[in-house]
């Protein structure tokens, strides 16, 4: 596999490393200082671009991947509102994508355990409330993590009850849904808190406390290299295929 790195911040760099131990060619590195470079010209012969940039740059790196009829991997959170614009233009042209907010195999586990819990509270009742909280190292640039959103939602879709969620987010300017204190929090919304502190690569609980007991659910990844590994395997299974893909296609 001929593959492009966009990024190469601490994802990128883990991804390179992972890409030749698993024998495949790096043949082109984007970063900021070679940003114009990604264009038709050097993307010409590449099987598959793995992207992990900013919120404010995913966008327009996949867009081009796709206008340049190369497979694009991405895990870049805090800007998926426009995703679905990007996996239609997918679609329209034929192409592949894959998104996924973690590609971390725990983490895939937890979603499906968390699906199921929601389901089986929202049966039971016994009086639970639900919040999540999410621990990040502090160059994190987006809160809530994507992580905990796809939580909120896996929650969301089970848990009558809930219709959306909120960002308590002491300290971070630039939380998405922020309410300022946690008793803003109103009781149709999950509280998603988010923490930021030293190089925590990223600790995710959900939490049912009724009046008489808490239930967590709870994953801490142990370092950044899972999450490289999982998407160069997504980059492998993407390879000669068309269409729009996630975490569960890979994990069918
Ligand atoms: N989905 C997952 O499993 C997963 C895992 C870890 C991180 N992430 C997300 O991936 C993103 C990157 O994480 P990171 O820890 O590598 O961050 P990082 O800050 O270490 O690296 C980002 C890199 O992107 C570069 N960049 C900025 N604009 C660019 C552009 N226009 N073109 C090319 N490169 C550009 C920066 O210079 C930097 O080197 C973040 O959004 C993070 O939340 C997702």
Redesign the pocket.
Known sequence: MKAAI???????REIERILAERGHETALI???DN?RD?DAEHLKGIDVAIE????A?AYG?IRTCLECGVAVVS????WTDRLAELQELCRQRGGAMFY?????LGVNLLFRLNRQLAALVGRLGGGYEVRIEEVHHT????APS?TAITLAEGILENLPGKTGWVNFAPGIEHAANRVERSEETPADRIEIRSVREGMVPGIHTVTYESEDDILELRHEIKN?RT?AQ?AVVAAEFLCGKQGVFGMEDLLK
């Open positions: 966009i990024g190469y911040g601490k994802m990128g984007i970063d900021l940003a990604l992990f940039t900013t919120p740059t790196n895990g870049t959170t805090g996924a907010s973690n590609y971390c160059q994190k640039k987006d994507g950044r999450l999982g």
